[in-house]
């Protein structure tokens, strides 16, 4: 009986563009790769729309290139009379125009319709689209901090890698993953750090750098492989839950305009569905309103991580006393001398944008230079942050920021201090949101923030409560927001506002005092040390700052050798510590 013999067959390589019509023929008949926008979860939307940044809002509109590519995106046929008449013009163009987001959201929408688009297309224009799109492609990674990373990303990483998922049968295309892999990977560990957070100036940039990573993330190349390397997923990982970290109760990003980001349910479901995290899917369900209907039982199911966050290299901080839904949520970002800040109460923002300060000293104008992150705390009763700024001639600005979680209170409060003794003047403004309004009492100095309702109640501490009292300074709306003034002389001044977040008590009466400060049985001037005493209904708190070299002083019968404590008085009278930072010793 003769042997068997079992003969392996060799597939006929695939067709390239050279030979035009075998290579259309094969992209009209394969079932595989799917297009990009049938992987991508987007039933009304293509992903190409997610996010899209402020820059390229007005090429959305109707008639706009990239709204066309929407349209034929979601239409059940290509309509190629169109896509033809739109595309000519633009391979004129192509070379002369500026590498902006703009630009390369459309190269993406090409490479999304280029498979479809060989029936069609003669294979000149065809192969010119192609070779238009490669050669956009930019050279090996540069390790420094690119100025348009939004760009960088899309046409140095995203675009390879569809371009890669989309034609795996041309060598040139499947080259392109490994470089791809590499931009995309480096893009994230650049722009991200350790936690996850992006850099303060990079604030825009958030969803439209997730939206970018998530497409890649969602297109698994032919063989298999994904477009980050370890340490990048788990990087990308935790930045998703960043993204929620900084987001409004209404799904908007923070300290953006509130018409930005309104509709992007698709794209944050599916970032959240490339990690997969409960924990992540939990605080969705919090935050983000279409996802109301697992609201109640995940709140049960899952443990909470750590709601707040700062980062001294990202120069950004979130303090959120809970991921549940209702509560507080306190942004802090910083550049140089420029700090911006947003306060949600709930679903409503009360200020948002820069928190500005003026100092003059004698006849010397003083601003912010670069602020520096001195001190960050979080624990079960308190977020706290403090900033620097130093100026010329000795003199700084120490800023605090205390969130208290169970007692509901924001404490914010700036510190000047200097060599000598000046006459000093101070000005600060909380930028307040649209329809927020401080509605000041008649008979006392405190006010409430209100948005058809009372939202908070601001107590100026340095200020006499009694407007009868003579007071150096005021508490008072202006056309920019909250403005709190100040003035003395000495060689320090002190700031603070006691700003009350509790809804039950704003009801309730409020008073407060200004305590003395005794070191060596002799009363501190309030350059040297000052102390406060806040209640509101049955709470009360105690509050002390000192501004001058440590030393031990008393205060309502406490001995203090803090340079700053919060505490509050339990039903016992007896003083219960909240933060206490003690003096930093110098050698």
Known sequence: ??????????????????????????????????????????????PLSWSRPLAVAG????????NCMETWLRAPTTPFTEVVRHLEPWLRGAAGRVLDEEFALECLGWSYLLPNLAGELPAATWRHVLDTLTGLIAGPHDPRPSLQPLVDQLLGGELPW????QFPELPRCRALARSARRRLSGGILQELDEQGLPHFRRLDAVRPLLACWTRC?????????????VAAQSRYERFVRQALQLSRQNGQPVLGPHSAG?????????ALAQTGREEDLAIADQLLPWRAASRAASAQQVFFPNSSVNSESSQLASLRPTWLRGGEHLVIGHD???????????????????????????????????????????????????????????????RQILLAREDRFLWIADAVIGPDVQSLEYRSVLPLAGGVEFRPERQSRE???????????VLPLALPE????????????????????????????????????????????????????????????????VGYRVQTGGDQWLFYRSLSAPASRTLLGQNLLHEFLAARFDTEGDVDELLAIDPVETS
Not at 217 to 228: E, K, M, N, W, Y
Not at 470 to 493: K, P
């Open 1 to 46: 009986m003769p042997i068997a013999t079992r003969i392996k067959k060799t597939a006929s390589p695939i067709a390239g563009p050279d030979r035009w019509d075998e290579w259309s023929a094969h992209l009209g008949s394969r079932s595989a790769p799917s297009p990009p926008w049938k992987i991508l979860p987007g039933s009304r939307r293509s």
């Open 59 to 66: 090429a959305a509109l109707e008639g706009g290139l990239l």
């Open 162 to 165: 569809t371009l890669a998922y």
């Open 217 to 229: 993330r969602s297109l698994v190349g032919a063989d298999g492989a994904t477009c980050f390397t």
């Open 262 to 270: 309104a509709h992007d349910s698709e794209w944050m479901d599916a």
């Open 336 to 398: 140089q001398g420029v700090l911006c800040t947003e306060l949600n109460c709930g679903s409503t923002t009360v200020w948002s944008g820069t928190w500005s300060v003026e100092v003059c000293v004698g006849d010397r104008r003083l601003r912010p230079a670069a602020w520096k992150d001195v001190c960050w705390h979080s624990d079960d009763d308190v977020d706290y942050l403090e900033l620097e700024t130093n100026w010329s001639g000795a003199w700084r600005l120490e």
């Open 447 to 457: 006010g409430f923030l209100t948005n058809r309702r009372r939202v908070a109640r």
């Open 466 to 529: 009694w407007r009868t009292a003579a007071g150096a300074g005021s508490l008072e709306s202006v056309s920019d927001g909250l403005q709190l003034r100040q003035q003395a002389r000495g060689r320090g001044l002190y700031a603070p506002l006691f700003i009350d977040l509790s809804p039950h008590r704003l009801k309730w009466p409020v008073t407060w005092r200004q305590l003395t400060v005794a070191e060596r049985l002799e009363i501190q001037s309030p350059d040297v040390a």
